[in-house]
């Protein structure tokens, strides 16, 4: 466009600090003053030749073709800004500006460039009256400021939803003001984006296309294809996080690198986003419905692993269209929304003709290999005599960003010249590759088998062995596969050296150290562990390994360490399907037994029913029918699970199984647990009597067995029945005694549910002051063991609580809440006792049609999902509440109730939470 620079274009950006303090203090003015300073900024602007494009409120956006003019013009206004005489302090506009650059093309008279997010953030963080610079800005500038002006380095910064830090700058001049507060950085990033140990080099024209490309409105998924190695996923990192602020919910990545079962994918895709199963959804219907209103990233990472998974996709794409995909595969998704971004090697510079040093070293391979090898050794630098090495280097193995790491790691040992040598005659020799393989793929596995062969016999026994742990490892899993053959050392030093050779990372953690490869490095290991004749003694030491680890866990899972286990598991987790895929796939039966049973509490507290019951029924289908003892556990866990979907005949049956096996064996301890069992499945059928038999049994037996954590679940089982009864007090003592034992023991799970229960049961005892403060506790335990649902639960509780006490607004907003994180969590039931909940504080509001119409709603629900009617206690009060509004509404109640009937639990729920949070029922801002 004629006048509009582009190309590497200068942006400066500029708005009044608290503009809206200016219009509520002198309204009468404010539109002059507004006005006037458009007129001085507008008027710099032009004096140093910039294109003022676009004017938003208060704020001005304009265009400069070099820096040096942008940060004049804001010199000039902001000096024009303050020497202007308006009419009173409390009428001066304070102006903040900043400046930023990067490559851009005008469009139909506006800009769209990934670096005006990032200005605007900056922009965000600056002062009134202050000018603040970035760094490209201020390398742009160098030796051409105004005269007297000068850039002050204010440090490095993580704006506001951006993930990589900027250097700031501010521009100094004797007419400005020079001293201000801290930035405004603060602000919290919606990703979990992992941020990365080494900084990110080149690709400046890669990330802005892709970024261009993805945030093109008729554009959803884009794929960055490529060899492996080529960056695909640091490309991909980098391009989320510099999309971040386009995405209002955010940007999450799924790493599939280690998994190979496409059905894991939803899997996966629900950890990412911190969903768990819920009862009668699936995962990918759970997903769906999570990401149905948002507006989110998605990174897919390494999808070539599990391409038959791109019907998941498809669907997200179908069910959430506000979503968009980024992926990163070696292969096409072959989806029709589908843009392709192919990766290429990093350009390289001609051999015959290189170019000054100073060109040369701007070549993103040749700045890739100085970085890292400046990281090893501190000294080393691109000069005229190692120049022609480094260069030929980086072209030996054509660009490739992990080939170049992997070589650059040796300079540790060996010039560039003698590294050049070496790696010339490696790959003479390691040549011919499979012929199926691309060129990029053979030359990458070359360079691994270079750094491979320079490792010492045992550095690369070690270094093959580890290949087995799909999901990294700990130094003990380490020592259990370096000891196969010999008894060998001690495998810290081992994993030490391959770290410093680039051929393992250590990934971040709290817990214990944890270490990993990269798939491509991983599968070049795996091919050596094949080869060596090893394999299978190191599976089976592997499977080992995890069968002691899961012995540990099922322990440590039964007392105040459990939320560390449930880490260390969670950590394990891809080891364990691996371990159990290949016990299972030979038909192992004693080690399938050795390691399922052991794992369902963890599937069950980690939410993962339905994978813990398929693995457990194979393990089951395997096991010796003389190990009554095994198969007891197993049916227990699998009842248990079955409680998870729910699916009470399956559970039911599984519990009478394990009492079968452990009264044939007198497992006194086993009987009682079978018990509880069949306890909760009576309580679901509401066949209190029953339920109470099988709970004193139990409670009878572990008693008899000093068996303090069996009494304290007894216990609590029992007061579940006697508050189900309506013995309140029964019910409050035996919670009461329950909870002593469990704030003896520590273990959270069972204290915060013991916690919500009794809060629950004074509730109903009328002990209001009592019930808060234990469902206070409550969602304090459950906040910390990430325990959504019960959180749900307990804002369920604390507004009936209020809704008893008369404060309808505070109870409309513990509904509300409570609604928001069971739609999230996709627990169908929940959200429609949310619901009528919510309904029945319509008709407290004298708002009855509105009640009726979420009464209709929510029993249209739970006859379309096939759930159980609400508990006997709370369908009476409920049924009140809608009798009533009924007699209010008069003639209006039928045609309410009927238009409630026709809507879906999505659509009430949507209606809900939109009418419910911003209308007359309360102001409800919070997000679960």
């Known amino acids: 466009m004629p006048g509009f620079p582009a190309g590497t274009v200068t942006f400066l950006f500029t708005d009044i600090e608290q503009s809206a303090a200016l219009w509520e203090r002198t309204p009468a003015s404010a539109r002059v003053v507004v006005e006037r300073q458009f007129a001085l900024v507008?008027?710099?602007?032009?004096?140093?030749g910039g294109v003022l494009y676009k004017l938003i409120g208060d704020a001005t956006q304009s265009a400069f073709a070099t820096a040096a003019q942008g940060i004049a013009a804001a010199l000039d206004a902001q000096r024009t800004l303050a020497g202007e005489p308006w009419p009173s302090a409390d009428e001066r506009p304070r102006v903040r500006m900043a400046l930023h650059a990067g490559a851009a093309e005008p469009r139909d008279g506006d800009y769209l460039a990934p670096c005006l997010n990032r200005l605007s953030r900056l922009l965000d963080a600056a002062h009134g009256e202050q000018i603040l610079v970035s760094e490209i800005v201020a390398d742009l500038a160098s030796g051409l400021l105004p005269p007297d002006a000068s850039l002050r380095r204010?440090?490095?910064?993580?704006?506001?939803?951006l993930l990589q830090?900027?250097?700031?700058?501010?521009?100094c001049h004797p007419a400005l003001r020079a001293d201000f507060p801290p930035l405004d950085t603060a602000g919290r990033l919606s990703h979990n984006l992992p941020a990365q140990p080494t900084p990110f080099l080149g690709r400046e024209r890669e990330v802005e296309e892709v970024v261009a490309l993805l945030l093109q409105p008729d554009v959803r998924l884009v794929t960055l294809t490529g060899a492996g190695g080529v960056g695909k996923t640091r490309l991909g990192l980098r391009v989320a996080a510099e999309a971040l602020e386009s995405f209002p919910d955010g940007a999450f990545l799924i790493d599939l690198a280690r998994q190979t079962d496409p059905d894991a994918v939803p899997t996966a895709t629900a950890a990412a986003l911190g969903l768990r199963e819920q009862p009668g959804q699936g995962l990918a219907e759970t997903v769906a419905a999570y990401l149905r209103e948002r507006r989110m990233l998605l990174?897919?990472?390494?999808?070539?692993?599990?391409?038959?998974?791109?019907?998941?996709?498809a669907g997200l794409l179908a069910a959430a269209p506000g979503i968009s995909i980024l992926a990163t595969s070696r292969a096409r998704l072959g989806l029709q929304a589908e843009h392709e971004y192919r990766v290429e090697t990093l350009p390289l510079p001609d051999l015959a003709a290189l170019p000054p040093l100073e060109d040369l070293a701007r070549y993103d391979a040749i700045a890739l290999f100085v970085a890292r090898a400046r990281a090893l050794r501190p000294e080393f630098a691109l000069t005229p005599q190692n120049a022609a090495a480094v260069a030929a280097i980086c072209a030996r193995v054509d660009g490739l960003p992990l080939a170049i790491e992997l070589a650059a790691a040796r300079v540790k040992l060996l010039t560039p010249d003698a590294l050049l040598a070496r790696l010339d005659r490696r790959l003479s020799t390691l040549v011919g590759g499979a012929r199926d393989l691309p060129q990029r793929q053979r030359t990458l596995r070359d360079t691994i088998a270079w750094s491979h062969d320079l490792l010492a016999p045992d550095e690369a026994a070690l270094f093959r062995r580890l290949s087995v742990f799909v999901g990294g490892w700990t130094l003990e899993g380490a020592d259990a596969v370096s000891v196969v053959d010999d008894g060998g050392d001690d495998a810290l030093a081992g994993v030490a050296a391959l770290v410093d050779q680039s051929l393992v990372d250590q990934w971040p953690g709290?817990?214990?150290p944890r270490y990993g490869m990269l798939e491509s490095i991983r599968e070049f290991a795996s091919d050596q562990l094949a080869g060596s004749g090893e394999a299978e003694a190191v599976q089976h030491a592997f499977e080992a390994f995890l069968i002691a680890r899961a012995g540990q866990a099922e322990a440590g899972l039964l007392g105040p360490e459990q939320p560390r286990w449930l880490e260390r598991l969670a950590a394990e987790h891809d080891n364990l399907r691996a371990a159990l895929a290949s016990i299972v796939g030979r038909g192992d039966g004693a080690a399938a037994m050795r390691l399922a049973p052991r794992l369902w509490r963890f599937w069950k507290l980690r939410g993962f029913p339905s994978e813990g019951r398929t693995w457990l029924e194979r393990a089951l289908a395997l096991a010796d029918r003389d190990d009554a003892a095994g198969r007891a556990t197993a049916e227990l866990g699998l009842g248990e699970l079955a409680m998870e979907t729910p699916d009470l005949a399956a559970a039911e049956a599984h519990y009478r199984a394990s009492l079968a096996l452990c009264e044939q064996q007198g497992d006194r301890r086993?009987?009682?647990f079978a018990l509880s069992g069949l306890l909760i499945v009576a309580v679901n059928r509401y066949a209190y009597g029953e339920a109470k038999a099988f709970g004193e049994r139990a409670l009878r037996l572990r008693r008899e067995l000093g068996d303090e954590r069996g009494v304290a679940i007894s216990l609590s089982n029992l007061a579940m029945v006697a508050r189900e009864q309506g013995d309140l007090e029964r019910a409050a003592a035996m919670y009461e005694e329950a909870l002593a034992l469990w704030r003896k023991r520590?273990?959270?799970?069972?204290?915060?549910?013991t916690v919500q229960a009794l809060g629950i049961t004074r509730r109903m005892t009328g002990d209001q002051a009592a019930a808060r403060a234990l469902l206070t506790e409550s969602q304090e335990l459950q906040r910390q063991l990430g325990y959504d649902f019960g959180l749900a639960v307990s804002a369920i509780e604390l507004g009936h609580l209020a809704r008893a006490e008369g404060d309808l607004a505070a109870a409309l907003a513990?509904?509300?809440?409570?609604l928001r994180q069971f739609t999230a969590l996709g627990a169908s039931l929940g959200a429609v006792e949310a619901l009528e909940w919510l309904a029945a504080t319509a008709v407290d509001q004298q708002a009855p049609e509105r009640a009726l119409r979420l009464f209709a709603a929510a029993s249209a629900a739970r006859q379309a999902l096939t759930l159980p009617p609400p508990a006997p206690s709370d369908a009476a009060v409920l049924e009140r509440q809608r009798q009533r509004a009924v007699e209010v509404a008069g003639t209006a109640a039928a045609h309410a109730a009927s238009e409630g009937h026709r809507l879906t639990l999505g659509e009430i729920t949507e209606e809900a939470l939109r009418s419910e949070a911003g209308q007359t029922l309360g102001q409800v801002r919070e997000r679960a």
């Open 42 to 48: 507008r008027q710099g602007i032009a004096a140093n």
């Open 299 to 313: 990174l897919f990472d390494n999808f070539e692993h599990v391409l038959p998974a791109v019907t998941f996709v």
């Open 165 to 171: 830090p900027e250097e700031v700058f501010q521009l």
């Open 510 to 512: 709290d817990d214990e």
């Open 154 to 161: 204010l440090g490095e910064f993580r704006l506001r939803d």
């Open 746 to 753: 520590k273990e959270p799970s069972w204290l915060a549910d």
């Open 814 to 818: 513990s509904y509300v809440s409570a």
């Open 670 to 672: 086993g009987i009682a």
